[in-house]
């Protein structure tokens, strides 16, 4: 029952506005993770990025304090999970950009991602095929 709780609760969680480049780059790490501490984020995000083990800690705090992490005390360390599936996340980013940049308009954007992208014909048979599949009754 945790799990669903859990699971209904990571779909339901708003944001107020989109993450920063840092956060969205550590949820990333957590996201492929899942409960993960500090230093495990640290160590995948070192392969990209330099950053230091108390700015992580200190963004992932953050993020807590946002309510898009929580945390649990683990013997001698803190452990992290995401309260917003990525799923959800892109949802609600590509909603707030249709809304502040398209002016409402998500059509637009998919044809402005359609018309300026490099997409392969795989890719653009994979969405020829979720479009038939929303246009049929």
């Not at 840092?22 to 990209?48: P, Y």
């Not at 929580?70 to 999970?81: F, G, I, L, P, Q």
Request: proline share 1%.
């Amino acid at each position: 029952t945790k799990k669903l709780v859990d699971d209904v609760f990571m779909k339901n969680l708003k944001l107020d506005r989109p993450l920063t480049e840092v956060e969205l780059q550590l949820m990333t790490v957590i996201w492929r993770l899942g409960d993960c501490t500090v230093k495990e984020v640290q160590s995948e995000v070192a392969k990209e990025r330099d950053l230091a083990y108390t700015s992580i800690a200190t963004i992932m705090k953050i993020l807590e304090t946002k309510g898009i992490l929580r945390s649990a005390k683990s013997d001698k360390a803190h452990v992290y999970n995401a309260l917003i599936s990525k799923e959800s996340y892109e949802a609600q980013s590509l909603s707030h950009l249709a809304e502040n940049l398209f002016e409402g308009d998500s059509s637009m954007m998919v044809m402005r991602l359609l018309n300026d992208s490099n997409l392969s014909k795989k890719d653009l048979e994979a969405i020829r095929k979720v479009l038939d599949s929303r246009l049929s009754p």
